[in-house]
């Protein structure tokens, strides 16, 4: 069977639990940013439901994933929106997380260490990333900023804070959170990829975002309150 998404990394995401419980197949991005989609495409591709995924500009015929945009608003999850999108109820496994990753020794051995990933997308202006980084520096030995080099040094010269940032693409980077003693970020795809994987992260609360606007248990940050 071939599925259709045009949206962005994170709602590619939210789409597999639909995508396992209608039978897997072929998933095709279309209207693409290339290095975006060639990065989710390693992580979308080990999922052992989804048989080839192919990048496009190509017209295809199959299950258009797009509709899950009629029920996306800020108080519908967004897994659940791509199943009301295909006229389906949704199911309950998915909750617990629903990203696979093949067994594989963990990257950074002997190591404890937090995973950090901020973009412009729903990012607060006025948090304060100090508080956070002293936070995570408590009960780890290194830092680590994963996400696009861009980002990262925007990052540093916001909050004029020195980590490492991690050359990762969106798979080694599933690999690397499932490992951290903790995942610090804003709404991204970083923050969808720890919902798939079912851990706990602490995410920037965005103005507009409300807590019941996700589902999988994790700490908030609301201006570093949480600390």
């Given at each position: 069977?071939?599925?259709?998404?045009?949206?962005a990394t994170g709602d590619?995401?939210?789409?597999?639990?639909?995508?396992?419980?209608?039978?897997?197949?072929?998933?095709?991005?279309?209207?693409?940013?290339?290095?975006?989609?060639?990065?989710?495409k390693k992580l979308i591709e080990v999922q052992p439901y989804i048989s080839n995924v192919i990048i496009t500009d190509e017209h295809i015929e199959g299950v258009n994933l797009n509709k899950f945009r009629e029920y996306a608003g800020h108080h519908n999850n967004l897994v659940e929106a791509h199943y009301k999108g295909q006229?389906?109820?949704?199911?309950?496994?998915?909750?617990?997380?629903?990203?696979?990753l093949p067994e594989k020794k963990p990257i950074l051995q002997?190591?404890?260490?937090?995973v950090v990933n901020r973009t412009t997308n729903y990012a607060d202006p006025n948090f304060d990333w100090s508080k956070e980084i002293d936070y995570l520096k408590s009960f780890n030995d290194e830092i680590f900023f994963v996400g696009y080099y861009e980002e990262y040094k925007l990052f540093k010269e916001t909050f004029n804070i020195s980590?490492?940032?991690?050359?990762?693409?969106?798979?080694?980077?599933?690999?690397l959170m499932q490992n951290a003693q903790m995942v610090s970020c804003c709404y991204s795809c970083m923050a969808t990829i720890a919902q798939g994987l079912g851990i706990r992260y602490r995410i920037e609360q965005a103005p507009g975002h409300t807590c019941s606007s996700f589902f999988i248990e994790r700490e908030t940050i609301i201006n570093a309150e949480a600390h």
């Open positions: 069977m071939n599925f259709i998404h045009s949206g590619m995401i939210f789409s597999l639990p639909v995508i396992k419980d209608m039978g897997g197949g072929d998933l095709y991005i279309t209207n693409f940013h290339k290095q975006r989609s060639e990065s989710i006229g389906l109820i949704s199911s309950e496994w998915w909750k617990n997380g629903w990203l696979q002997g190591v404890k260490y937090a980590i490492n940032y991690y050359d990762a693409d969106f798979l080694t980077a599933a690999y």
